[in-house]
């Protein structure tokens, strides 16, 4: 069975740093991304950071470029996202997810998704 379990959440004020873990276990086979989302309250999950599993290339939202970076470590299973110069308006639920069909910025292109981790940028 499947499971990405997010963590590395919580609360920071309003230019600090944090960092968000997604470790797998089980094994998907020919995974080859994987992908930060978030929600907001009363929003849809929107895009934020992709990795491709195997070239490392990555993909951000316009809204988090220069301020958060996606990496991954392949021994350990586990995607990060580190975020800098948080805002308010990056506050959400952030979700990792994994995928078998390569890069990309919409949730459709992920089936496994973890249950998420709430981010709270304090103004």
């Known amino acids: 069975q499947v499971r990405l379990v997010e963590s590395g959440g919580g609360l920071v004020q309003a230019g600090g740093s944090l960092r968000l873990s997604c470790a797998t276990s089980g094994r998907i086979f020919g995974k080859n991304a994987m992908g930060w989302f978030r929600q907001a309250q009363g929003k849809e999950r929107e895009f934020v950071a992709a990795i491709d599993w195997v070239t490392t290339r990555s993909v951000a939202a316009d809204s988090v470029k220069g301020r958060f970076t996606i990496s991954k470590d392949s021994t350990k299973n586990t995607v990060y996202l580190q975020m800098n110069s948080v805002k308010p308006e990056d506050t959400a639920v952030y979700y990792c997810?994994?995928?078998?069909?390569?890069?990309?910025?919409?949730?459709?292109?992920?089936?496994?998704w973890g249950q998420g981790t709430q981010v709270t940028v304090s103004s």
């Open positions: 997810a994994a995928g078998v069909s390569g890069l990309g910025m919409t949730t459709t292109r992920y089936p496994w």
